[in-house]
């Protein structure tokens, strides 16, 4: 008989479903946030909101760690479980290089990168996407608000 390996790694996909998006449009998103946030998250926000669009902040609205801001540059940003991704989400629901946000000339652009439960942006399952502002990433159990200079 075959000697068992020591380190399995188990993996398995989950399904999270569908909810209904909060609000009736991106800009509700928002507004719902600001409504509940303290005067320096809503400072923070709408200095990025009246921004120059170089760069942008991805803020966690749904999920564990609710209020967390992380900065997407023009370098962009990866999303995962690894330690090493500039949005660092620490679940075993996200895959350890689940995602990345890049900068293009046209504003800044969602890819899954091969993640084991996909990637939903607004509901939708996806893959890649220009993002816009008010747009809701749900990464794993994180559901991801993103943020960038209105125009």
Avoid at 27 to 46: C, G, H
């Amino acid at each position: 008989m075959a000697e068992a390996d020591s380190k399995p790694e188990l993996t398995s996909t989950l399904h999270l479903g569908l909810r209904p998006v909060v609000g009736d449009s991106s800009s509700e998103l928002i507004k719902d946030y600001l409504a509940t946030s303290s005067a320096e998250e809503r400072s923070v926000l709408e200095s990025t909101l009246a921004g120059d669009g170089k760069s942008a902040m991805v803020l966690i609205h749904r999920g564990p760690g609710r209020g967390a801001r992380f900065l997407v540059t023009d370098q962009g940003a990866t999303i995962g479980r690894s330690q090493e991704s500039a949005i660092f989400l620490d679940d075993v629901t996200v895959s350890r290089k689940h995602a990345a946000i890049e900068k293009s000339d046209s504003g800044f652009i969602f890819r899954d990168t091969g993640s084991l439960n996909g990637s939903y942006i607004n509901n939708e399952p996806t893959t890649e996407k220009q993002l816009s502002v008010g747009d809701e990433i749900q990464v794993g159990k994180f559901h991801l608000l993103f943020i960038t200079a209105q125009k």
